[in-house]
């Protein structure tokens, strides 16, 4: 999995409460298993007109936003079914931070698990995330997970909370397949003196 350290980069704002994974990556995409190329179609049902042409009103359509690597949302994000290719797809598109006021348990599980950062704030904090990320200007943020702190281009910083845990685990980047690999000695010990103790298992 991808370290997450610090990252600088566009911010769209997605004003928009109970974004759930159907509107992340509808059920037609769900077919594979694999983590890569789910980005083109994320937020389909948005992004593109039934004619499959581009809609120009989708945020991540314009041109300011094509590049974002942070989107700032409204309350209760990735509710709906448990299925992690929604955060496939927000990584594969180049999502790599999410911040809202609140966000449904098991989305925000998986987004540690694949190296997105979701960041909780206040509703007034989001608020004035989101008028950043509208100047077309300078949407940019800059986010330190270390120093645990959102900087804004005005110079003001916000400050954020996290488990202790899953941070070390993203600026490590240690998914639960990495954090099993880290105790492979004591595993490979374990089996050898099984095998010697215990032959017939």
């Given at each position: 999995m991808q370290k997450f350290d610090k990252l600088e980069g566009v911010a769209a704002p997605m004003d928009i409460i109970n974004i759930d994974t159907d509107m992340i990556i509808p059920k037609q995409f769900l077919k594979t298993i694999k983590r890569s190329g789910l980005g083109k179609s994320l937020f389909f049902e948005m992004?593109?007109?039934?004619?499959?042409?581009?809609?120009a009103d989708f945020i991540l359509n314009?041109?300011?936003y094509r590049s974002a690597q942070i989107l700032v949302a409204g309350d209760n994000f990735g509710c709906g079914s448990s299925r992690e290719h929604a955060p496939w797809a927000l990584l594969d598109y180049g999502i790599r931070c999410v911040i809202s006021t609140s966000f449904a348990d098991i989305f925000y599980n998986n987004c540690f698990k694949n190296g997105i950062l979701p960041i909780k704030v206040t509703p007034?904090?989001?608020d004035a995330l989101l008028a950043d990320a509208a100047d077309i200007e300078n949407p940019e943020l800059k986010i330190d997970l270390n120093l645990q702190k959102i900087s804004r281009p005005n110079g003001a910083t916000i400050s954020f909370e996290i488990d202790p845990f899953r941070k070390e685990c993203l600026l490590n980047g240690l998914d639960d397949i990495g954090l099993t690999l880290e105790k492979s000695e004591m595993?490979?010990?374990y089996e050898q003196k099984r095998s010697s103790s215990l032959p017939w298992l």
């Open positions: 992004r593109y007109t039934n004619d499959g042409d581009e809609n314009k041109p300011s007034e904090q989001r595993i490979r010990s």
